[in-house]
């Protein structure tokens, strides 16, 4: 029986082994993390993330051959195939703060392999590297050897949140990276015969390592590209009295476009996004590639122009000024059907609006209140932010109340944002929650979500991205 085991049970690891377990019923699969409060939680009954389909598909292998443990040391060292799918986050200090990812996780998790381990194992890059990060893991290995081999090998995950089982169930391509010598070609085809179980042939894509490395960073930042370009054209839209949606639709259906991605929105978010092209970036940069690394860099720049764009949007509507209004705003997590919040949008612009003295009554499904509080209150990382994209003062965290329905969090509220399109905001009774705001009452769509017309019927003022403006709007002087 073969054996894997995957150290990091986080969005990643958690759901990737789940489904492995599901589709190879003699593989045993086990999912290791230091954090014993996060292996209790995947042990009981409520998961510690939340994806759509999660459940079932834990629930049925779960103690068959899916289990879930703290012993990190024990499960490496019994394991044929390590997955490593530890965070990766950008580092915040020292050389490269702010762009170069932060390995130290990764770095600790193969000196731990490199420890533990008396048999030969495959060692496979789960979580999200910079190039050549496989070289530097190979040599920390071999280095600390004691004879065993390592056999390196680049797995890329491109799941998305919300629909992560889905993604696994029916990936476009899953792409492995190996050295091109016969050891490496045999640690790639112990991979592959493992996804073989349910991926088509034709969809397992076999490269050289690094080729693996970059090709998840270059379809991270296309993705983004794609966002920043439709946001970049919704400022021009509202400027002309186009719609973006209309704009999308059409330039969408040329077929070597395609409609992907292509959605106006407040920003993009997630933990993958930004981290990613911000490492690309580094990556160009040293590698004396100054022009690229800039391209790049534009792609983020447009993202948060975006997000303060959308504040500033708010802030002139009404009257100027925020200051002392209820704001309330629906939705936190980054997109809907996850309760992730790392780089949300809604987390720059509750600081702007906060930045402007606004009492903001936040309402998501997902995402918990302790959540937003920290993360409205912790730093973030300085990268050519506009200053209203500054952390908040602890005072004003205490403007921020977080609410468990959409209702209580717009009472008595002048405006509402929009920030997460969870389905429910659709269904919303508009007319009960207009009457129970200050007026006039706004609405600010950020995902465009609503529509527009109906509500304006009722008497809101409404803003939606990329949208003809409110003849409201209009008359409001635009900071850009
Ligand atoms: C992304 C990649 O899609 C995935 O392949 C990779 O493995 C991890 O990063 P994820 O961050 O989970 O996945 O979500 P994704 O669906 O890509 O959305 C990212 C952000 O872009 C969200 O904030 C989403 O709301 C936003 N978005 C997406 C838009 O604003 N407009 C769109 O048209 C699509
Ligand atoms: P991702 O979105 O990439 O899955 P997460 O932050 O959700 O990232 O998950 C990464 C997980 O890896 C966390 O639960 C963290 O505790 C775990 N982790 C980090 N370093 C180690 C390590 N050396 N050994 C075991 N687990 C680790």
């Known amino acids: 029986m073969v054996k894997i085991c995957c150290i990091g049970a986080g969005y990643v690891g958690g759901p990737t082994m789940a489904v492995i377990a599901l589709k190879c019923p003699s593989i045993e699969v086990v999912v ?17 993330i939340y994806e759509p389909g999660l459940d079932e598909v834990v629930k049925s292998c779960r103690g068959n051959n899916l289990f879930f443990s703290s012993d990190v040391e024990k499960h490496v060292a019994e394991a044929d195939i390590v997955f490593v799918s530890v965070n990766t986050p950008t580092k915040t200090r020292g050389l490269g703060a702010g762009k170069a990812a932060d390995l130290t996780y990764w770095e600790s998790a193969a000196r731990m392999i490199a420890d533990v381990s008396k048999s030969d194992k495959i060692v496979v890059e789960k979580s999200t590297v910079p190039v050549k990060t496989a070289e530097a893991i190979e040599k920390i290995l071999t280095h600390n050897s004691k004879g065993v081999k390592y056999q390196i090998l680049s797995n890329p995950e491109f799941l998305a949140e919300g629909t992560a089982i889905q993604d696994l169930f029916a990936p476009d391509r899953v792409l492995i990276g190996g050295r091109e010598t016969p050891d490496g070609r045999r640690a790639i085809k112990a991979l592959k015969d493992v996804y073989a179980h349910w991926v088509p042939e034709e ?11 970059l090709s998840k960073l270059a379809a991270n930042a296309f993705l983004a590209q794609r966002i920043s370009s439709v946001n970049a054209m919704s400022a021009l839209c509202e400027a002309t009295g186009a719609d973006v949606a209309e704009v999308s639709h059409a330039v969408g259906k040329d077929t070597r476009i395609g409609h992907k991605f292509l959605n106006a929105s407040v920003g993009f978010g997630g933990s993958c996004f930004q981290k990613d092209i911000l490492n690309l970036v580094y990556i160009c940069e040293c590698n004396g590639l100054p022009e690229v690394a800039n391209y790049w860099k534009q792609v983020i720049k447009v993202n ?3 997000k303060s764009r959308f504040v500033n949007r708010i802030i002139t ?10 704001i ?9 059907d996850t309760g992730d919040t790392r780089e949300t949008p809604a987390i720059d612009v509750c600081k702007g609006l906060l930045g402007d003295q606004a009492r903001l009554s ?9 959540q ?23 005072s004003s965290v205490k403007q921020v109340s977080v609410e468990w329905d959409a209702y209580a969090a717009a009472k008595g509220a002048h405006g509402l944002c929009i920030l997460t399109e969870w389905d429910e905001f659709k269904k919303l009774d508009y007319e009960k929650i207009y009457e ?3 007026k006039p009452a706004f609405v600010f769509d950020g995902r465009n979500v609503v529509k527009a017309e109906k509500l304006r019927e009722i008497g809101f003022i409404v803003y939606s991205i990329g949208k003809p403006l409110d003849p409201w709007l209009k008359d409001m002087p635009t900071v850009a």
């Open 304 to 306: 948060d122009y975006q």
């Open 32 to 48: 290791v993390d230091i954090s014993v409060s996060r292996i209790t939680a995947w042990n009981s009954d409520q998961l510690p």
């Open 203 to 213: 969809r397992i894509l076999c490269t050289n390592l690094w080729s693996a490395e």
């Open 317 to 326: 509507s009404m009257f100027n000024t925020v200051s002392g209004k209820k």
């Open 362 to 370: 936040i309402y998501d499904p997902q995402v918990t209140e302790d």
């Open 372 to 394: 937003i509080q920290r993360d409205l209150s912790m730093n973030k990382f300085d990268w050519d932010h506009p200053l209203h994209l500054q952390p908040m003062s602890p």
């Open 436 to 438: 129970n705001m200050m």
């Open 328 to 336: 309330a705003i629906f939705g936190f997590a980054f997109k809907k």
